[in-house]
């Protein structure tokens, strides 16, 4: 599209995610949009996508000095290599700790049965719910309004 040419007129779903977003619905008009958010993807996507415009607009700032320092800091190669490094090491040591467990647990002959059982229920249910949250906020973020705001 150029400069010339007028930008297409909104659908009847962009207006309406863009007032749902803004909190301009009547109350059942609402709950309809609610029912649609709750059925159709492709518009909850697009009213997440209104909400992060709204998010970002309210809280757009020109940058402070701690943001640039910050930006600075992000860049350098150091800082770079010792998160990548800190999370690599990490997730390594934390998937070696729960086989160590599992290990020692299970060749521990001194315990009896039920114990076993309980302390790797115990563990296994730790690490399952770790991945239970992971995977919710992984498949939540792209409904998350929050996620280009900074700071």
């Given at each position: 599209?150029?400069?010339?040419?007028?930008?297409?007129?909104?659908?009847?779903?962009e207006?309406?995610?863009?007032?749902?977003?803004?909190?301009?619905?009547?109350?059942?008009?609402r709950?309809e949009?609610?029912?649609?958010?709750?059925?159709?993807?492709?518009?909850?996507l697009?009213?997440?996508?209104?909400?992060?415009?709204?998010?970002?607009?309210?809280?757009?700032?020109?940058?402070?000095?701690q943001?640039?320092?910050?930006?600075?800091?992000?860049?350098?190669?150091?800082?770079?290599?010792?998160?990548?490094?800190?999370?690599?090491?990490?997730?390594?040591?934390?998937?070696a700790?729960?086989?160590?467990?599992?290990?020692?647990?299970?060749?521990?002959?001194?315990?009896?049965?039920?114990?076993?059982?309980?302390?790797?229920?115990?563990?296994?249910?730790?690490?399952?719910?770790?991945l239970?949250?992971?995977?919710?906020?992984?498949?939540?973020l792209?409904?998350?309004?929050?996620t280009d705001?900074?700071?």
């Amino acid at each position: 599209m150029n400069a010339t040419q007028p930008s297409p007129e909104p659908t009847e779903d962009e207006l309406l995610a863009m007032a749902y977003a803004d909190g301009e619905l009547a109350p059942e008009a609402r709950r309809e949009a609610a029912k649609r958010i709750s059925t159709e993807d492709a518009f909850a996507l697009r009213v997440a996508h209104y909400q992060r415009l709204d998010v970002t607009t309210r809280t757009a700032t020109s940058s402070e000095p701690q943001d640039t320092a910050r930006a600075k800091l992000a860049e350098e190669p150091l800082q770079r290599a010792t998160l990548g490094f800190g999370w690599v090491s990490a997730t390594l040591g934390f998937i070696a700790f729960y086989a160590w467990i599992f290990y020692e647990i299970l060749q521990n002959e001194e315990m009896s049965g039920a114990p076993k059982i309980f302390l790797l229920c115990a563990a296994g249910g730790l690490f399952l719910l770790f991945l239970s949250v992971l995977r919710g906020r992984l498949r939540e973020l792209p409904y998350d309004p929050y996620t280009d705001i900074e700071r």
